[in-house]
């Protein structure tokens, strides 16, 4: 009984099989069809060899949603050169709620204004891809994942000890603030908190002193995350005014559009205000979340099929119509063969007889 229904079962799973079985003695082979069958196998492993390169790699998912989280402070990492002695600036943050955020977490340090050769590169270098990224806005992901992705995005340091006096202030370190709109300032004197208003102590500082050219090397807020070139890294400005002020316009979240501008303080001519640079930031109440994904695989092994089916089908389909349009060609060029004429000898066809016409020759022997 066993052995009958194992027989049936098999009968049944043969019954199924919908995957054709032709001899090799009625397969005809052709050079055409040779030729087709290297294309396309030579097709589908270079698609496989792409398709799993595709597989590896990882794409950037952006995933907004509302902060919630009004309480937490924000941080802002600064790292800008004034031409300037440290002891003539001061750098402070006053916010749209009036609170005044001293400069405890930056540190001053003397510098020389001038970059050296290799940092001079550096920031040509810089100021090209953030020009190819304003044209490109996908190349921000491709370098966040491939080319700057683990290396250093800070300006190099300095190899060779500089024999030149230092003529300049190096201001960097990261401020927490709150997350309101506000206005970083960098200015002439350092700042003093004051219960009515913002202030700073300039007056011993001489007007002919004054040089607000200025090099933003790294500008962000938040977390500082590698491979992330920000929208004011690399700005140099240089000036020959002694009162000057320079505005930058930065929205923070969800897109960073930078704006600027700068002109001369001149109050004869109306031009009013305080010589220095000012970056005067919006908050956004959205939060970006950024996660790199990859391709799992399951998804890798189906597009991996469709690769091989699709190649074979298509190329099936393609061998067949090339081969029906040269038949059809070469039954309608063909030459035509000459008919032979047909001569039949015989007896019975004979012309040579005796009698007049029409009369019986009769029996013959």
Known sequence: MRRQMRRRALSSLKELDAFPKVSESYVETSATGGT???????????????????YRDTWMKYEYEVDKDFSSKMRINIDITVAMKCQHVGADILDLA?????????????????????????????????SRIKEEH??????????????PTALPPRKDAAMEPHNACRIYGHIYVNKVAG???????????????HAHIAAFVSHETYNFSHRIDHLSFE???????????????ITSKHTQMYQYFITV?????????????????GSHGVSGIFVKYDTSSLTVTVTEQHMPLWQFLVRLCGIVGGIFSTTGMLHGLVGFWCDVIRCRFRP???????????????????????????PQE
């Open 336 to 362: 035509r063969q000459p008919r032979e004429d047909m001569q039949v000898r015989g007896p019975m066809n004979a012309t040579n007889h005796h009698g007049p016409p029409g009369a019986d020759p009769g």
């Open 253 to 269: 979240v969800p897109t960073r559009l930078v704006t600027h501008k700068e002109r001369v303080i001149n109050h004869a001519a």
């Open 36 to 54: 087709v069958s290297l294309i396309a196998f030579s097709s589908m492993a270079l698609l496989a060899v792409l398709e799993f390169f595709v």
């Open 183 to 197: 206005n970083l300032h960098i200015t002439v004197g350092k700042p003093i908190h004051h219960p009515q208003g």
């Open 98 to 130: 009036e609170t005044m955020i001293t400069s405890n977490g930056l540190q001053y340090e003397p510098t020389i204004f001038d970059l050296t050769p290799q940092q001079r590169l550096w920031q040509r270098s810089l100021l090209l891809v953030q």
């Open 223 to 237: 977390e500082e995350i590698t491979g992330i070139i920000n929208p004011l890294d690399g700005t140099e400005k």
């Open 138 to 151: 996908a190349l921000q992901e491709v370098l966040y994942k491939t080319l700057l992705k683990g290396g």
